[in-house]
Nanobody
Framework: QVRLIESGGGLVQAGGSLRLSCAAS????????VGWFRQAPGKDHEFVGS????????TLANSVKGRFTISRENAKNTVYLQMNSLQPEDTALYYC???????????????WGQGTQVTVSS
């Protein structure tokens, strides 16, 4: 199990940007692939994107492609989700998750953060 802490959420107007951070403690984060997921009220978890252990490979959901990107600084044990051109439909609780496999499958991730709220006003 990896302890993950997300930060950077908040309230932003449509068209604005936020950068979420996912920090890991007590582990070598470079040993883990990281996924970002979100959950809007009344909806299931939705895959946002994932990044491989090295950071060389990134996958983004079609709904955020061209607006969001993921990066990581393994020396800082941190993964980032840069979100640009935010829209009200991006409003959700955003989670990062760590696992051994680089995948969009939610069940493949063993460790989860507590989530950070992103609210986009129109």
């Amino acid at each position: 199990q990896v302890r993950l802490i997300e930060s950077g959420g908040g309230l932003v107007q449509a068209g604005g940007s936020l950068r979420l951070s996912c920090a890991a403690s007590e582990v070598t984060f470079a040993n883990y692939a990281v996924g970002w997921f979100r959950q809007a009220p009344g909806k299931d978890h939705e895959f946002v994107g994932s990044i491989s252990r090295s950071g060389n490979t990134i996958t983004l959901a079609n709904s955020v492609k061209g607006r969001f990107t993921i990066s990581r600084e393994n020396a800082k044990n941190t993964v980032y989700l840069q979100m640009n051109s935010l829209q009200p439909e991006d409003t959700a609780l955003y989670y990062c998750a760590a696992g051994g496999s680089y995948t969009s499958v939610i069940g493949s991730y063993e460790s989860w953060g507590q989530g950070t709220q992103v609210t986009v006003s129109s």
